[in-house]
Structure formats: C-alpha cells, structure tokens
C-alpha cells in the first residue's frame, strides 16, 4: 500500500503537533513543509523529516494532502488552493472567517471528490466521547457550559482580530462545535458581551434553545487566567449531573439522596496529551478517510456551522436582538 504523503502548510505550534501524530502512522509519511518563516519549516524537517519547499505551489506538487496549519484568516484561501489541485484537506479550526469567506469554502469543499476535514479535535477526546454516550443514553434537560482562556497573548497574533476573526473565532468556537455535536442543532440565541482586557469583545454570556426543547448558558472569557478547569460542561438530567472538567475527568452523579451521593469517576489524566485531547484519533481518521473513501467524521459543513454560530453572536451582541436559525 502506497503512504499518503503529507504536505503542511504552517510549521508552528499545531502543524508539528499533527506532523508528528502522522509522522509516526506507518500509513502516511511527511512529504513537504512550507512555512512564511523558512527556518521553522527547516527545525520541523530535522525533527519529522519532509522536503522543505519554497513555495506553495512546491508543497502542492510534493504531496497528496494538505494540512492547513497556518493562523486562523489564511485558512480559506489555503485550504481551496489544495482542492483546486486535487488535494485531500485537513483545515484546522476556524473552517473561515465570516460568513462569505465560509459560504465559499463549503462550496469548494463540497465540489471535491477528495477529503475535507475540519480540526475540531476535542470531539474525539475521551472525555467528551463519553460524554456524548452518557448524554445519548439519557434525556439531557439544560447545561451551563464554560470555556475560557488565560490570555491572548500566545501566540502573539491570538490578540489581532485582522488574524483571529475575534476570541470566539480563536478558542470558543470549539466547544460551539462541541454543543452540536453532543445536543443536536441550535434554534434561538441571546448573547451580551463586553470589552476589557483587549481591544475587542472579550466577555461573553450567551443562552442557547435547541430545536430539540434543550437550552443553555455559556460563558467564555479571554482573561480569566488559567484556572482549572479553563473548559467545563455540566449536563442536568433527570436527578442527574454529569460534568466535565477539561479533558481530564467526567463525573456522573445520581440520584436526589444529599446524604448518599452516588459519583462515577471517569479518568484520563494518565493518558498522552495528544490522544487526552483527540489529536491522535483525529489525525487517524483524517487517513482512514482517505483511504477507505469515506466521509470524515467532522466536515465542512459542520466547520461551517460553527462559524455560523460564532457570527450570530456577535450579531446578536451587535443588534441586541435575539436570533432564530430556520
Ligand atoms: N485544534 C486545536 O486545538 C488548535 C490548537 C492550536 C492552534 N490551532 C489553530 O491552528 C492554527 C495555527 O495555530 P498555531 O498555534 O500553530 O500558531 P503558530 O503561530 O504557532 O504557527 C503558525 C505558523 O504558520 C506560519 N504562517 C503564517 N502565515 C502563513 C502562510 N500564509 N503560509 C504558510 N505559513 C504561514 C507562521 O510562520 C507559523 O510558523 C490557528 O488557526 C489556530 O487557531 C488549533
């Protein structure tokens, strides 16, 4: 069997995490690097191997899939440069920025006969894979959900909206993603925002209905330092909790005795933080994909949905107004 051959494009932090997820699956191997910055395409070549190109197009000529690991507004423009050369993609999040620039996109990805995937990786992240077993086998009533961030100083143009798209764009829109996948499709959002700490909304608190009679509160916060858990989500059933603290735990707790709590553990912290956090099965999966000619498990459409999402609350933000999705 021929290895699919890797072509990455952004040897920064991300990019060398999924070079060397693939670097070690016996049935891909990186093939070419490309970087702004020649010399980080260079340390990722002595680390993971690879032919450092000079030139996207050089890239393109030397592989078989892309991996779109560059910062968040060249995504886009990147990603429909490799389906126009018959490129299978990987496109970390965000899918794009706005909703034109997402629109576009979707529509080239689905003109493709090869595969587009989109790098929301907390869905394959044990915790949360659990979660969504616990929750599919239950009636979930309400949730509040909580994603924040220590700053946005790291890397340096996580505080340039002209890059990020905003903080939504940056780091909620994960779990956005994340509440889709674990209850189903949003109907009406309000949302109120301010600005504190940098020179954009950083402070969010939102209230989600899904179409299902689900709701929620969400909370997101750019300066909230980094205290534990920076990522919860707390699911109220029937006399039931489950909650979530990052991608370490679960806990499910049961019945309405407060003298005798009944509390399920569900532990990963001793794992690798590459499979904690689902990097190795996304990666994984991005190559079954490509090999057994199936649709991957997160696709454009659903990147799209979750800059859909992000826009709308910064709409609602905006107008004050409450928005409905048909
Ligand atoms: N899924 C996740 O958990 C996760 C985690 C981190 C980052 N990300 C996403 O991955 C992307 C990269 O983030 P990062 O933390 O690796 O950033 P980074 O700054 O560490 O790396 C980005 C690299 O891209 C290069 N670059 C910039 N513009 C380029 C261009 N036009 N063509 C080629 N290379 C270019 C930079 O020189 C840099 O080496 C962002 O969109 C970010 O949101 C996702």
New binding site residues.
């Given amino acids: 069997m021929e290895k699919v051959r890797i072509g990455i494009?952004?040897?920064?932090?991300?990019?060398n995490?999924h070079g060397q997820i693939h670097s070690q699956d016996p049935r891909a191997e990186i093939s070419a690097l490309?970087?702004?910055?020649p010399e980080?395409a260079e340390r990722t070549a002595r680390a993971i191997g690879g032919k450092v190109c000079a030139s996207?197009d050089e890239l393109m000529e030397n592989c078989d899939a892309v991996l779109v690991?560059?910062?968040?507004k060249?995504?886009p423009e990147?990603a429909s440069h490799a389906v126009a050369e018959g490129k299978h993609v990987f496109c970390?999040?965000?899918f794009a920025i706005g909703l034109e620039n997402a629109r576009r996109l979707l529509e080239t990805a689905e003109g493709s006969n090869n595969v587009f995937q989109v790098?929301?990786?907390?869905r394959y992240a044990p915790v949360y894979a659990k979660l969504k077993e616990l929750v599919a086998n239950d009636t979930p009533h309400s949730a509040h959900i909580k994603m924040n961030r220590g700053e946005l100083k790291n890397?340096v143009?996580t505080g340039d909206t002209n890059v990020?798209g905003g903080f939504l764009y940056?780091t909620t829109i994960?779990l956005f993603d994340m509440m889709r996948f674990q209850f189903g499709e949003i109907a009406e959002l309000v949302a109120y925002g301010s600005t504190h700490e940098y020179p954009e909304i950083d402070e969010f608190s939102i209230i989600f209905k899904f179409k299902n009679g689900f709701h929620c509160t969400f909370a997101s916060s750019s300066d909230a330092s980094w205290h534990f858990p920076f990522e919860r989500i707390e699911v109220f059933c029937h006399h039931r909790t489950i909650l979530t603290e990052e991608m370490e735990r679960l806990f499910d707790s049961r019945g309405f005795d407060h003298r005798t709590q009944n509390i399920d553990t569900y532990a990963c912290h001793m794992l690798e933080k590459y499979e904690k956090?689902g990097?190795l099965q996304e990666d994984r999966a991005f190559i079954d994909s490509i090999l057994e000619g199936k649709e991957p498990p997160v696709t454009a459409l659903d990147g799209f949905k979750s800059v859909e999402l992000v826009e709308s609350v910064y709409e609602a933000i905006r107008t004050g107004e409450k928005i409905r999705f048909e």
């Avoid at 690991?69 to 968040?72: F, G, I, T, V, Y």
């Avoid at 790098?119 to 907390?122: E, F, I, S």
Wanted: with cysteine; charged share 20%.
């Fill in positions: 494009v952004g040897t920064g932090y991300i990019g995490v490309y970087d702004i910055v980080r996207r690991c560059a910062p968040n060249t995504h990147i970390e999040k965000p790098g929301h990786n907390r890397p143009w990020t940056e994960h956090w990097y």
